[in-house]
């Protein structure tokens, strides 16, 4: 430092700086300064733009000044960005080094508005669980087997097509009836409500299994209409299971907690409300095999208990049977040798009587004499048959003395067997009636049915299934196919709904 006298003031000679120790500095006092470290800034978004990075550059202007913004790509709030748009930036202040520009580092962004729409929803959000209108307790399941499904959303939006598709593939006898309502602007809460009264007017006139509340997601501001009172306290007195499905998976509206089940998109609501028919076809494959299996095992358990049964008997008196099988061998002799002999007996009496006869005509004593030798004759072998009879059975006797138990032992035996057949015959019976019942679930829900609802089903020349509208061109061939029949039809023109550019 060096100090002059005289006519000159006194002054202090300071090195110069370079531009990145100015910038340096400025930083330093921007980062001291508590206002600006922590700051949320309102104006119109300008001059936005939104490189590949996915970082988003712009300007916040008011009347008087503007301001240069950064908000990087893993910051909040990029869906709110629009040139225009009232927001309110929340981050720091800071200075780029690189050009010397002063600009707003933001962390997050949110529209104008946007936090009284958040205190509301917080606010309603506890009003309703304090009434019990989100508890799980009074949330219903769905059917198994859905026969109608009714959809609340607008008819114009692709959320209607996505749902179609996502139900012809899975289970297309699923009748669809779809209640028209806004899903977004002033009017939409109430229409939503109109659509919910349609809704319980249907059900008392039909069946209706169950109902999909669906739109697209958006921003808060966007969903509005799920967030109101009294769209939330129609939901919660529909007659009708209610499945939610609004927004993107990230999205949570009031409509959700309240509704009997919450899916994360409006195809998978769809998804949710409907069966696969091809997993239905292989439950029903499974469970005939598993009853197949397990009537053969009964059976194999049940011979194998008979045989075991038969083997013990064999052990207590191993030649019961051939004891048995003698005895009546023998009788059986007895009786053909007796009955050979009174055969024998008879007819040499017949000869002798003839013989005596031509003999002497006239004697007739001699005829008395024969008879009653004939007479004590047959009542001796009638004693001799009734002796032998008698053997025979005490032969028996005896056998059975000797194997007291086998009586009982074949009573048990034909009791288990008896038992067996019941058992069988029950359990057979009832996976029959099991699989009479899918298969008459499967037939109720074939495509035959359907046709007799009075759809059709459409195939071009080349033999796929049209689907689509989009699918098919004006002068195409196609086949339709009615429950009586087929017609041969010409597409004279094709109309294909277009998405509405304001609809999700």
């Known amino acids: 430092m060096t100090t002059r006298s005289g006519n000159s003031d006194a002054s202090v000679s300071v090195a110069p700086k370079s531009v990145s120790e100015v910038l340096r500095l400025i930083s ?46 893993y910051r909040r709030g990029a869906r709110f960005l629009e040139d225009g748009a009232q927001v309110i930036s929340h ?15 933001v962390d997050s962004v949110e529209p104008v508005g946007y936090g009284n729409l958040q205190a509301a929803f917080q606010e309603l959000k506890r009003k309703l669980a304090s009434e019990g209108l989100f508890d ?17 959303t607008s008819p114009q939006g692709a959320v209607l097509q996505d749902i179609t598709k996502v139900l012809a593939r ?63 306290r129609t939901i919660f007195a529909c007659r009708t299971p209610v499945i939610s499905g609004v927004g993107h998976e990230t999205d949570h509206t009031i409509a959700d ?25 292989k439950s029903v494959a499974l469970a005939s095999e598993r009853i197949r299996q397990n009537v053969l095992k009964q059976i194999s358990d049940a011979q194998e208990r008979f045989e075991m049964a038969r083997d013990r008997m064999d052990a207590v008196r191993p030649d019961m049977y051939q004891r048995r099988e003698e005895t009546r061998s023998l009788v059986r002799r007895m009786g053909i040798g007796l009955s050979s002999r009174t055969s024998n007996a008879r007819h040499n009496f017949e000869l002798a009587r003839a013989q005596l006869d031509n003999v ?20 001796g072998i009638d004693v001799r048959i009734t002796a032998a009879s008698g053997l025979s059975r005490e032969s ?57 609802r009075g759809f059709a089903i459409a195939r071009i020349k080349d033999g796929d299934t049209v689907i689509r509208a989009e699918s098919v061109a004006s002068g195409d061939y196609m086949e339709l196919t009615f429950m009586d029949g087929t017609v041969d039809a010409e597409a004279l023109s094709v109309t294909v709904l277009q998405e509405s550019e304001n609809q999700p």
């Open 91 to 105: 981050g720091r202040v800071g200075v780029y080094q690189s050009r010397g520009d002063l600009q707003l580092v």
């Open 257 to 281: 907690m309240v509704a009997d089940i919450r899916a994360p998109t409006p195809s998978a609501a769809a998804e949710i409300s409907s069966p696969d028919m091809r997993d239905l076809t």
């Open 396 to 452: 028996i006797d005896r056998l059975m003395r000797a194997a007291p138990d086998v009586g009982q032992k074949r009573a048990d035996i034909e009791s288990l067997r008896c038992q067996m057949q019941d058992s069988t015959a029950r359990y057979i019976k009832s996976r029959s009636d099991s699989v009479r019942a899918l298969e008459s679930e499967l037939n109720a829900l074939g495509p035959i049915n359907v046709l007799n």
């Open 136 to 152: 799980q307790s009074r949330k219903r399941p769905l059917p198994k087997f859905p026969e109608c499904i009714a959809v609340i």
């Open 360 to 379: 002497a005509p006239d004697g007739a004593r001699m005829r008395l004499m024969m008879q009653n030798l004939a007479d004590r004759m047959m009542h």
């Open 28 to 73: 330093d006092v921007l980062d001291a300064e508590p206002q600006l470290t922590t700051v949320s800034v309102t104006g119109e978004v300008s001059n936005l733009r939104s490189p590949r990075s996915g970082h988003n550059y712009f300007s916040l202007r008011d009347r008087e000044a503007a301001l240069n913004c950064v908000l990087f790509r």
């Open 170 to 232: 899975r289970y297309p006898m699923l009748k669809l009836v779809v209640i028209p309502a806004a899903v977004q602007g002033a009017q939409a809460a109430s229409e939503i409500v109109e659509a919910f009264a349609n809704l319980d007017a249907l059900s008392r006139a039909t069946r209706v299994d169950a109902a999909i509340l669906a739109r697209g997601g958006g921003a808060l501001e966007d969903l509005i209409a799920f967030n109101d009172e009294s769209v939330a």
